[in-house]
């Protein structure tokens, strides 16, 4: 089993001196140097560049994976109707990711007002997803919490995306595909969602969960998003240490950023999951 495990963005400001040392470091060369993945967030609001693309593969290290975010144009805006084009023109885009094998999962995040009244739009979707790439659903409305939508999603060997938010039928660990997982941690912040700090007597329930998926999948796609105040790198790297797993490099980037942010919880004794067996 795989664990890739990253972070929803890697370019915020607001990490240097905490994630990353200064300004004079390239973000993404960074970034990839202590993780193996991320949730590209940009990709939503907008269809990259090939010239974004070209640089994401030259900035990375081999094996590295990129999980972006189908566009809203698609999701969104358009609610999956007549989007055949719009899709393609997106997979053209990313498919040099691909070529350089730094593909990860693609994920299509529904609006909230997007209900299982909606369903022949997602299956009609999903039905022409080309075979070779893993994608993701998440949904954002209860009324997809039925067995008729798991098994929609297996029919297509599509995974669900199992979060850990204010949604909280999203956290149950269901798993739709037989060749990955994706799982993403949004913070549970009022009213923001993401700005949030996950105390590691709340991530160590989901570092079970996580073992549970590795039994059923070869593959898991997991993203901390709660990016405020370098929050995600944080709970990233003390999720990776707690599961023993943890490199150098990253335990002397997570003391680092725990010493400039001494009012978290996180200050105290590494722990790891034995300690809540």
């Not at 009244?117 to 790439?133: G, V, Y």
């Not at 240490?241 to 200050?267: D, F, Y």
Request: hydrophobic share 40%; charged share 25%.
């Amino acid at each position: 089993m795989a664990l890739l495990l990253g972070t929803c963005g890697w370019s915020y400001q607001e990490w240097v001196g905490l994630f990353y040392p200064n300004n004079r470091l390239g973000k993404l060369t960074f970034y990839a140097s202590v993780f193996d993945t991320v949730e590209v967030d940009s990709s939503f609001y907008k269809i990259p560049s090939k010239q974004m693309v070209s640089g994401w593969i030259r900035n990375t290290k081999p094996g590295f994976k990129f999980s972006l975010k189908i566009p809203k144009i698609i999701s969104h805006d358009k609610r999956l109707a007549g989007v055949q084009d719009d899709f393609n023109r997106f997979i053209k885009i990313i498919e040099p990711i691909s070529q350089a094998g730094k593909l990860g999962c693609l994920l299509l995040q529904l609006a909230p007002s997007f209900t299982y009244k909606d369903r022949h739009l997602l299956e009609s979707f999903l039905s022409k997803l080309p075979p070779r790439i893993h994608f993701a659903v998440e949904f954002r409305h209860e009324s997809w919490d039925r067995n008729e939508t798991w098994q929609m999603l297996s029919d297509f060997n599509v995974s669900n995306t199992i979060t850990d938010s204010p949604i909280k039928f999203l956290s149950k660990p269901v798993v739709t595909a037989t060749t990955h997982a994706f799982v993403r941690w949004h913070g549970k912040g009022n009213p923001v969602w993401y700005d949030y700090t996950y105390s590691q007597d709340e991530l160590a329930p989901w570092a079970g969960k996580v073992r549970e998926l590795s039994a059923k999948v070869p593959v898991i796609y997991a993203y901390f998003n709660n990016h405020y105040g370098a929050r995600a790198p944080l709970n990233a790297l003390q999720f990776l240490e707690m599961n023993g797993t943890a490199e150098e490099k990253q335990k002397k980037i997570k003391a680092r950023i725990e010493k400039r942010l001494p009012s978290q919880e996180s200050n105290a004794r590494p722990k790891l999951l034995t300690d809540f067996l």
